[in-house]
Structure formats: C-alpha cells, structure tokens
C-alpha cells in the first residue's frame, strides 16, 4: 500500500491531522494498534481551546462540540475555604474555552474519517518505521496473521508518549526533559450534575481536587493522591468522601454523589522531546510532550502541532516548499513551552508536595491572594488558559 502520509496513532492528534490533510487533498492512512473502541473508552480531556475550536471547523468536525459543548468564561480557584472567581472572559478581550470531552472529539473525527471512507487500520501490531532519514520511509505492522508494509512520503509519529516514533529515533539525536511530581490524579467519572456551572480548582490542606465535566448531567471530579496509590484502594464512597473533604460548605451542599462509569489514576509528569522532525519523521502531540493536566493543555497542544504540521505538509505539496516543514519544529516548541512553564506553575500552585515546609506554604498562599486581587496576575493565568495564539510560518 501507498500514501503519502502514514500517521502512526488513532488519538486525537492522528485523527485530527489525518481530516485537516484530507481537507487539504493529501491523502493518508492512519496505522493504530488499538481497536476503535479500546481508543473511545479512555476518559481524558474536556477543555478544548479556541484554536482547537477553529482547527476542528477546518477539519469540518465542530457542529457537535458547538452545539453540545459548554461554552466556559470564567474559573474558580478555592483556596482558604473560599472560592474566587476568575473572569478569563473579561481578562482576554472577549475569549473563552469550550468543556467538551476528548472522548466525544474522537468520535466525531471517526465518523468524519469513516464517512470520508479514509483507510485506518486499528489493530495493527509490531508496528516499525523505516527510512526515515530518506525519500521513501516505510511503514511495517502485523495484522491477521501478515506483515504489511506501507510506503509514503512522510510518517507522522501522533502515537502518544508510549508509542513507537519516538522510540524509532536514536537516542544521540533527542534531548528529553523531563519532571515527575510526587503525587497524581484519582478520576471519577459519574452522570450526577456538576457542582457548579463553572470548574472549580480547589487548594486544600488534604490536596487537591478538581471539579469538572462533560455536560449538564456528567461530572469529571478529581483529588490529588500519593503517586504511588493503586485505584483499587478507592470504592465510590471513599472517592465522594475525600471530594466532599477538600470542597466549601456551599460544594458540599451542592455535591450529588452516583456510581462511577470510570475510575482511574494519572500520574503527573512534564516532558519535552527536542527536536520533533527527523528527517521525514514528525512527531505531534503526546509523542513529543506530556504536560501535567493541571493547565488542561495537553489536547490542545496536540492540537496545535498538528494546526503547524497540516500547513507545512500542504506547502509542501500545494508549492513544492520545504521551508515551512523546516520550521516545524521551531514553532510548535515555542507553544510547547509556553505550555509547559504554564502548566508547571499551575501545577505547583495548587498541589500539597510533600517537601514545601511552612516557607513555601506561605508563598503558595501568597500567590493564590495576589493572583485573584491582581488584574495583572489573573490577565496572565487567563491568556494562558485560554490558550495562546497560533504563529504564522
Ligand atoms: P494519545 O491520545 O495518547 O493517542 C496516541 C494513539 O497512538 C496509539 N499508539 C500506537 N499506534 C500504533 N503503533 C504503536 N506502537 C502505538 N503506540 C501507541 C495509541 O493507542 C493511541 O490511540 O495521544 P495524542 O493523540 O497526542 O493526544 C494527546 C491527548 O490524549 C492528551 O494530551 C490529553 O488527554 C491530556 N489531558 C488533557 N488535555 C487537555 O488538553 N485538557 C484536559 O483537560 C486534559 N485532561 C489529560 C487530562 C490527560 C489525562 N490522562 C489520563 C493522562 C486528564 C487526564 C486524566
Ligand atoms: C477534565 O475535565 O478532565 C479536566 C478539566 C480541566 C483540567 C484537567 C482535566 O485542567
């Protein structure tokens, strides 16, 4: 088989580069080892910036997160026992993020790809790159019982942080960074209301806890846990318990408890791979970065790269220009960055770490009062969250 661009993953990265290419007429084939619905049922993001927003209209895949999604202006931040709102929509001129689900995003572009009858082969296993470093990479997986091989042009490596595009560079031409945090993310997913219209970021002594959702009816809830806690240690009641612990008399009062559809622990990490073109390799999204979930950044950051890789490939095709697939990397690590620092500081902002001591204690508590009294300190934590515009090549 022959394409000119094999995308390695089904996430919302492979997905969506693969319907922004065909709207461009580059034809691609998406390889991905899981099955469609092993992809579906992972519960992920549900904040979806404005230049996602736009990249999903040019792919053509945005009527349903326009009409389903939750249009958000505004947080708010816990801390002390009280709650502070903070007017994103105000501090940015007017901008917004939509709450809508990851999971739902991936629907929406697998029916896209399907309808447009695009070539995805889920279940691919021993999936290799080759060739990379010339004209003519390949791609080789194993699939009932047969090797395959595909030839292109060029192979998108959308494969997540576990994939095999990154693993498939030597490991002299990459620079990681990385930072691990001592502590992650208990998930509960339930079809009970949210607690509040808006999401909540809650600072508590007990850690923190995030209160979030998919729709007027399903709520995302989260409580920070040692990074060694195993989720079956957390039956629903202790889940809502803890929940009910780190929120203010009026959450607590508010809060309607259900079974859970899921309940699961992310561990916390900051990661960049430097660069992320080799050759006629490119890789995009969770590949190249992990972001803590703090800044709700990763999706959109995956997003975004593949916003940058989707031009580049069309001027390559459409003018027969390589400088735009040159600068690729540059521009996307920009934004990567950008994101990074974004989400680190979040992150330390309105964690329990085991090490902070009195000192830091009061520093955090320090910066939460400055942030919410300060335009100027809750017009950064807006833009930021909102999400940062997208450079021109
Ligand atoms: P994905 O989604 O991991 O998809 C990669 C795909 O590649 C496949 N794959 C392979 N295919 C073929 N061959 C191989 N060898 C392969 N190895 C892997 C995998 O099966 C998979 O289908 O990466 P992608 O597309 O880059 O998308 C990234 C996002 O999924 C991720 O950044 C976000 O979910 C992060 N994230 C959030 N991002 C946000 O923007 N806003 C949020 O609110 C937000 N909340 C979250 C999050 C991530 C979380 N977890 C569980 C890590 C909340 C959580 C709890
Ligand atoms: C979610 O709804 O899953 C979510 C929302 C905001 C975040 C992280 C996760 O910062």
Redesign the pocket.
Known sequence: MRTQVAI???????LLLGQLLHVAGIDNVI????TGDY?LGRI????LEQVTMDLLKKAGVDARAHAEGLPHHGIELLFQGQRHRIDMHAHTHGRQVMVYG?TEVTRDLMEARAAAGLTTIYG?AN?SLHDFDGERPRVRYEKDGATHELECDFIAG???????SRASVPASAVKLYEKVYPFG?L?MLADVPPVSDELIYCNTPRGFALCSMRSRTRSRYYVQVPVEEKVENWSDDAFWNELRLRLDPEGRERLVTGPALEK?I?PLRSFVAEPMRFGRLFL????AHIVP?TG???????ASDVGYLYQALERFYGERSSSALDRYSDLCLRRIWKAERFSWWFTSLMHRFPDTGDFGQKIQEAELDYLVHSPAAATSLSENYVGLPLESF
């Open positions: 390695i993953g089904a996430g919302p990265a492979g390889v991905e080892r899981q992809v992920r993001a549900g904040v990851q691919a999936v959308c494969d997540g942080y576990h994939g095999v993310w998930g699961s992310a995009a999204g969770d590949a979930p709700a950044k990763g999706l959109n950051l995956a």
